[in-house]
């Protein structure tokens, strides 16, 4: 009998594969074609590291930066099916009150990791990850904070962005300082119709990087589950000992076009019945049954994944469409409501009251640069960061 890998909850796995499957089937049927939404950007293929991934981030300063196929592993770290889905639609519901692209995400911690808002452009995840690395270790090495000794960033992409700046930056930042820094490249072969070697040199970014200094590369399946749960449970492990940032490669297989408006006629018929062959859902079900569950089990497990789909669905849809008069809310900073991450008011600090009338200490003239300094010891002696 299989041995499944301890580290993981092999059931929520299951069943989240199966419920980010059938929201990418259901969309690509009917709400897209429905008009119900607009631009679908289907994760068939890419689920299995996703949410092996997920699992392991449950430190309090684990984060995560995400691309547009990165809906398992947002289920993996608790967002909803209805959320979700009401993303796509564009409802009150979604992640960003109807303003962006169903798949842009964000999320504050709910048990796990703490996702970083994400941009629509390709390679903008990887610089505020890399940030996000380097204040974890500001807060453990200059503020002693034990919590944040061993919490890890980790970064999403796929294959086409490690030809942006972006890509590029967050390497040399997070090798130059040894960040607490994961980038998991999703390697699916296409960035939209363009073949991994018109890319990337050679078609595999992990070959060419194996000799970048104060880098752990890994390279294997993002598809079969043994294999792909020990590579991911390794660089999480390594990344989290302090030892310096890692690069972890899965290979993996697009199996929906780049989008709801590519029908990948690009690619040759025997390249898709190939891709096919390597179907993480498929490859999952033959590790659990019978490791884990019987047949019966699997089926009322898909079964059980229909239905929460169905009804996030239902509910997804009866939400009210946002009104235009609101979007611009949250361009600026909205007086009363204080942000659920990053700066000091998520952070718990209450600075004093301020005041518009001068309370001189010392009566004598001081010049710019002994009123800058005086003005940088009164806050740090308020607040050490």
Known sequence: MTELHPAFDWHEIARLALVSRLMDELEEAELHPQGLVTYQFSARGHELGQLLVAQLLTRPFDAAGVYYRS????????????????????????????????????????????????????????????GWAQAIQYRARQLGEKEAADSVAVVFGGDGSVATNGFWSALTISTTLKLPLLFVIEDNAYAISVTGPMQTPGGNIAANLASFAQLQVWDGSGTQPAE????????????????????????????????????QAYKPEAVRQEEWTRDPIAALRGYLVPALLNAADWEELEEEARQAVLAARDNAARQRVPDPATVARFVFAE??????????????????AGTDQP??????RIN????????????????PR
Do not use: C
């Open 368 to 383: 710019f640069v002994e009123a800058i300094r005086r003005a940088l010891a009164a806050e740090l002696a308020l607040n």
């Open 335 to 352: 007086p009363g409501q204080v942000a659920q991450g990053g700066g000091l008011a998520a952070d718990g600090w209450k600075m004093p």
């Open 71 to 130: 809906r398992p592993f947002m289920l993996g770290s608790g967002l909803t099916a209805e959320e979700a889905l009401a993303s796509d639609m564009a409802r009150v519901g979604s992640v960003s009150g109807g303003r962006d692209v169903g798949v842009v995400f964000n999320l504050p911690r709910r048990g796990r990791a703490l996702v970083l808002p994400a941009g629509g452009d390709v390679g903008s995840q990887y610089t505020p990850a890399a």
């Open 228 to 263: 792909t749960a020990r590579l991911v449970h390794e660089a999480v492990q390594y990344v989290r000992g302090g030892r310096g940032p890692g690069l972890l490669r899965l290979t993996v297989p697009r199996l929906s076009g780049h989008s709801s408006v590519d029908n």
């Open 359 to 364: 309370h001189a200490t010392d009566p004598r």
